[in-house]
C-alpha cells in the first residue's frame, strides 16, 4: 500500500470516527429533546388547570410562552434530524469511498479537497464529495415523520386545552 494511500485512509477513518460520534450525539440529543417535549406537554395537559384565576393579561403571557416554547421545540428538533442526516450520508459515503479505496488506490483528482457546505465547509476528498452530493436525501425518515407529527398534535391539544380551560376565554 502506497503512503498516500495510507494516509488518505487514516484522514477517512478519523473523519469517519468523527462522523459517527456526531451522528450519535444528534440522534441521542433528538429523541431525548422529543420525550421530555411530549412528557412535558402530557404532563400539561393531565393536570388541573392551574391558569384558571389568572387575569387576561398573564393568561395571554401564559399562551405566548406555550406558543414560542412549542415553535422552539419544532425547530429544533427539526435542525436535530437535519444534522443527523447529513451525518449519516457522510458517514455512510466516507464509508463506501475508504472500502473502495482498500481496493483500489485512488486517482489523484479524488484526493482534491473540496469544502462541504453541509458540514460548515470541511474539507473532504473530492471522491467523498462527489458521493455525498448524490446519496444526501431530503426527505424524512418513516421515525422523524413521526416524532414531529406528534410534537405538532400534542403542541395543538395542549394549546386547546389550556384555552378551553380558562374560564374568561370561555366566556367572551
Not at 421515525?143 to 367572551?172: F, I, K, Q
Request: with cysteine.
Amino acid at each position: 500500500m502506497t503512503e498516500i494511500r495510507r494516509d488518505a485512509l487514516t484522514v477517512l477513518c478519523t473523519q469517519i470516527q468523527t462522523h459517527e460520534r456526531y451522528h450519535t450525539q444528534k440522534e441521542n440529543m433528538t429523541w431525548l429533546a422529543t420525550a421530555v417535549y411530549l412528557g412535558a406537554t402530557m404532563f400539561l395537559v393531565g393536570r388541573t388547570p392551574f391558569w384558571s384565576s389568572w387575569p387576561v393579561h398573564w393568561f395571554g403571557a401564559w399562551l405566548a410562552l406555550l406558543l414560542t416554547t412549542a415553535v422552539a421545540a419544532f425547530l429544533f428538533l427539526q435542525n436535530q434530524f437535519r444534522a443527523r442526516h447529513t451525518a449519516s450520508a457522510f458517514f455512510v459515503c466516507a464509508n463506501d469511498v475508504a472500502t473502495q479505496w482498500l481496493v483500489k488506490p485512488p486517482e489523484t483528482e479524488d484526493l482534491e479537497p473540496k469544502a462541504l457546505p453541509e458540514l460548515d465547509n470541511m474539507l473532504v476528498f473530492a471522491a467523498v464529495e462527489k458521493r455525498f452530493r448524490n446519496v444526501v436525501r431530503s426527505e424524512r425518515s418513516s421515525s422523524e415523520r413521526l416524532a414531529l407529527t406528534l410534537v405538532v398534535l400534542w403542541s395543538v391539544a395542549a394549546g386547546v386545552y389550556v384555552m378551553l380551560t380558562y374560564p374568561r376565554l370561555c366566556a367572551l
